[in-house]
């Protein structure tokens, strides 16, 4: 597989589940991104983890774990979720978290999650 | 205050015409990035093209230019002889940083703005 891969594409849950996003990238980039999108609602940053350490944490409640055991993976461990987390999640990855020209974002098919 | 603002919601255009979807951005910092993405229904985003705020000329891709006033800080979306897959939603995204103490660069979002290309 190439570029950012996340799974599942869509996840049904109670608010006493818990569950796992994964995400994987195939780029050899050094940096990766767990974006949160609700409908008319700016994107909104969640984790950013730079050569498998979190270098932002955007207030995100704690019912929202993340983990990245590699520069290859990311995963965000969900519990006790509520409706209104309801959103799209979106991985991204980019060389690294530098200011240089380009270092693009690429992004995974994201992970739509409803919370019932 | 919004870092992206983008004020379109929404545009529609006619297949074959060009489209201008408008971004301005706010910032103190001399060296920033500015990004367009595009998100299809599909959900993911793909990127489009990259302005660097010292770039002398204009950032173009294929269909894609980007139409950049530094004074105005305005970075607008230029996307020629639309076509029927242009029909997506296109946020603009600005890099600048370093943010806290990592000195890490993150990019910003706008609101998007949800374009439709007419047969």
């Known amino acids: 597989e190439t570029g950012v891969t996340q799974t599942p594409r869509h996840l049904v849950m109670g608010m006493t589940n818990k569950k796992s996003l994964k995400c994987e990238q195939h780029?050899?980039?050094?940096?990766m991104y767990w974006y949160k999108q609700s409908a008319k609602k700016p994107l909104e940053l969640m984790f950013v983890?730079?050569?498998?350490?979190?270098?932002e944490n955007n207030s995100v409640p704690s019912r929202f774990s993340p983990e990245c055991p590699n520069s290859s993976h990311l995963f965000l461990h969900l519990h006790t979720l509520q409706p209104e987390d309801s959103a799209l999640y979106l991985c991204?990855?980019?060389?690294?978290?530098?200011?240089?020209?380009?270092?693009?974002?690429?992004f995974g098919p994201g992970t739509r999650l409803t919370v019932l | 205050a919004q870092k992206i603002t983008q004020t379109q919601p929404g545009m529609f255009v006619q297949e074959k015409e060009a489209v201008t979807l408008d971004c301005t951005y706010d910032?103190?910092?001399?060296?920033?990035?500015l990004f367009w993405y595009k998100q299809p229904s599909s959900g993911e985003m793909i990127f489009l093209i990259y302005?660097?705020?010292?770039?002398?000329q204009n950032a173009t891709e294929g269909r894609y230019s980007l139409n950049f006033q530094k004074a105005r800080k305005s970075a607008n979306l230029v996307i020629s002889a639309s076509q029927l897959g242009d029909s997506a939603m296109y946020f603009c995204?600005?890099?600048?940083?370093?943010?806290?103490?990592?000195?890490?660069?993150?990019?910003?979002f706008g609101r998007g703005t949800s374009l439709i290309v007419h047969p």
């Open positions: 991204a990855s980019s060389q690294d978290v530098s200011g240089s020209s380009y270092n693009e974002q690429f």
């Open positions: 780029l050899g980039h050094n940096a």
């Open positions: 983890y730079s050569l498998e350490e979190r270098v």
């Open positions: 910032t103190s910092d001399p060296s920033y990035g």
């Open positions: 302005q660097g705020s010292y770039d002398q």
């Open positions: 995204a600005m890099r600048e940083g370093p943010h806290g103490s990592g000195g890490s660069y993150i990019p910003t």
